[in-house]
């Protein structure tokens, strides 16, 4: 069965999955919308907006495309599967991302922790506030244990949680959400949690809603500076797999959290196709979720993939059919680390246009993956605050990152920055 399939999306994670899937036989053409330059080596990029959900219908139509991946999470949240789902010319189309309220996971913080409550998923304690709640949100901050996390309920794009070291700044950032709009629309309910103490790891589950697959685990480096220090960014890089994942481990967060969360979904009746996301936080022995996102990470797309053995176009269209207990997910025994570049500056203010050169000196037992990429009269610059990223193997995590590192000093541009500490607690 060949078909043509359309990958929505212009980052790292995009560019990642279409890599990935193109290696299928199964795949006829690949489509990316709106992709960058370095998807369209892989494909065709097609200038169609993701909040123009016209736009995709019409471009599902036009190229017969027989699925969609839906990379990012706002058209997920903003009913795009529904919608898709509803067009009489797209019958037989796969739509990989779940319904509206299946995106709410990602979409409302408040809706996330009242469905692992719902279900027994292990969790930090939490309140939610908004308007009419504010002065005894204020209260409950006032004699709440330090550090407190806020989180706007809503996507802030991925700027909306604080986590305040005394009442004051708590109270203060609870007040620029609620009263101030800080986060516009995001932040008009704030849920307050408990400060959990441990080490993150992100698990990414495969899922047609009653059966799932793990796939390879992957952890992120957030903040801007090394040693962990700094701003929160969209993602400094990502190493996988996990040293501190003990098959032990492995087995308790499958047990106490991915089947009661998928269990939990087929008996809300919630339609979900597609990748839910665990961000967990590792207390000793004891895993306590986070968040949940409703699509793949980024930067961790870009080891995960590289690790996933399987036909990842074929495991998509048993998602599609129901049918993903008859498969399953293989990993590379190797690790793999992805290194991001980024514009001087960011995550705040950056300059954007500078000429990037190298990238084909790039070793290619590696991949790079571009991000915020643009082509100006065949020349490719920087676009956005996160550039490019490199992957490769290693028969260690240290290994993979000296060898991303390596590879990463062939491509220039001005003002490029990156930590040289990915993996730092992985000798």
């Known amino acids: 069965m060949y078909m043509n399939v359309l990958i929505l999306g212009s980052g790292g994670r995009e560019h990642a999955l279409a890599w990935k899937i193109v290696q299928s036989p199964l795949c006829e053409h690949l489509f990316i919308a709106p992709g960058n330059p370095g998807t369209a080596a892989l494909g065709t990029n097609l200038p169609v907006s993701l909040s123009d959900f016209s736009a995709i219908r019409k471009a599902c139509v036009d190229h017969r495309i027989g699925l969609v991946l839906v990379g990012p999470e706002d058209p997920l949240v903003n009913g795009l599967t529904d919608y898709l789902e509803t067009v009489d010319e797209l019958k037989d189309l796969i739509v990989i991302g779940p319904s509206k309220e299946g995106a709410q996971l990602e979409g409302s913080k408040a809706y996330a922790k009242s469905f692992m409550i719902r279900h027994g998923i292990p969790t930090a304690r939490y309140r939610e506030f908004q308007a009419d709640t504010f002065e005894e949100g204020l209260d409950y901050l006032r004699q709440h244990t ?71 685990e992957a952890k992120d480096y957030k903040r801007i500076g090394e040693g962990d220090t700094g701003l929160n960014t969209g993602g400094m890089g990502a190493v996988s797999p996990v040293p501190f994942m003990t098959p032990d481990l492995r087995r308790t967060i499958e047990e106490k959290i991915v089947r009661p969360t998928i269990e939990g979904i087929a008996q809300e009746n919630i339609r979900y196709r597609g990748f839910v996301f665990i961000g967990l936080m590792i207390d000793g022995d004891r895993p306590y979720v986070i968040e949940y996102n409703c699509r793949m990470g980024d930067p961790e797309t870009e080891v995960v993939m590289p690790r996933l053995r399987s036909d990842l176009l074929a495991l998509l269209l048993a998602t599609g059919k129901g049918e993903l207990k008859n498969m399953q997910a293989d990993a590379d025994t190797r690790a793999a680390a992805t290194v991001v570049a980024v514009s001087g500056g960011y995550p705040e203010a950056y300059q954007k246009g500078f000429s990037i050169t190298g990238v084909d000196q790039v070793d290619p037992s590696c991949v790079l993956f571009q991000m915020g990429t643009t082509l100006q009269d065949g020349q490719l610059q920087t676009q956005g605050g996160r550039v490019l990223t490199v992957t490769a193997y290693g028969d260690s995590i240290a290994q993979a990152v000296a060898r991303a590192q ?20 992985f000798p």
Request: glycine share 8%; net charge negative.
């Open 146 to 216: 330090l550090p407190i996390v806020l989180k706007a309920d809503g996507l802030a794009a991925g700027k909306g949680v604080v986590i305040a070291q005394d009442v004051e700044s708590a109270q203060q950032t609870f007040r620029e959400m609620i009263q101030e709009a800080k986060f516009g629309a995001a932040g008009a309910k704030v849920v307050v949690e408990q400060f959990l103490q441990g080490i993150e790891v992100s698990v990414f589950v495969l899922t047609d809603g009653s059966d799932y697959l793990i796939l390879p």
């Open 406 to 425: 390596t590879e990463q000093a062939k491509v220039r541009y001005e003002q490029k920055y990156l930590r040289r500490d990915i993996g730092h607690e």
